[in-house]
């Protein structure tokens, strides 16, 4: 075989690995463009119900008071706070799987102290949903350094998840925060504790997943885009820290994070 010979072959082996690996990337693209479009389509759905709620109840607000008829504003003003917060958090979610899918998901710490937020969150939660108890077990003060919206998030995921899907009458919805050293390491330490059906053994490995869904949720007809505890777990371990589910003895889902190295604020 001669020089040209070679040469040619050698181009062609050269031409032939680029052509697949552009065909790699395009296949790589196209199955991101498919995760993508099925997300969209879910948190689409997702966010009609809460914005259609907006809709009527926005144009009974305006028939109301258009009529002078008082009775009831409450109410419906009530609902519609409501419906604009749970709007906001879908948009929330869907905002920051788009940062974490391209790259673009930051944190911004500070210091802040996590068993103030954490009875704030607890509180807020409970009022929106009156036929849920959510009791805490805080120090009287805990502080980290966080990103502290972030962690909010986190909290508030985890808290209206258990809210959501575990019925009003299994019990309390409990929420512990601690810290704990180990020589010069300090972690602190969120745990979330229900008593409702929890999932399968299967499942409870898959539950921050994105778009992951409990079967026995789809089967009493919850809706939900499933990517509230993989938001979770995105924020936990951008922080170096883990997060974890395990069953709650007796029944239940027990749902454990940790942060480490930030309960120093000096």
Known sequence: MSDDDFTIFELLA???AYELEAEDRLAEREAHLHVLEDFIAIATHDLRQPLTALSFRAQLL???IHQNQADGLSKIIDDLVSDVH?????????????????????MDTSGFDLAERAREIARDVSSAAVDHQIEIDAPVSLPIIADAQRI?????????NAVKYVPSDAGPISLRVWSD????VS????QIQDRGEGVSEDELGLLFDRQFRA???????????????????????AHGGSIVAQHT????????????DLTNTT
Do not use: M
Request: aromatic content about 4%.
């Open 14 to 16: 050269q031409l032939i």
């Open 62 to 64: 305006q028939r109301r």
């Open 187 to 190: 972690q602190a330490y969120i």
């Open 249 to 260: 003895p007796g029944g239940g889902l027990t749902v454990e994070l940790n942060l480490p």
């Open 181 to 184: 050293s180990c020589g010069s």
């Open 215 to 237: 079967a026995s949720a789809v089967q009493r007809g919850k809706t939900g885009s499933g990517i509230g505890l993989y938001i979770a777990r995105k924020i936990v371990e």
């Open 86 to 106: 749970r709007t906001l958090r879908l948009s929330e979610l869907l905002l920051d799987t788009a940062r974490i899918e391209s790259g673009n998901f930051t």
């Open 152 to 160: 909010e998030q986190v909290l508030r995921n985890i808290l209206d």
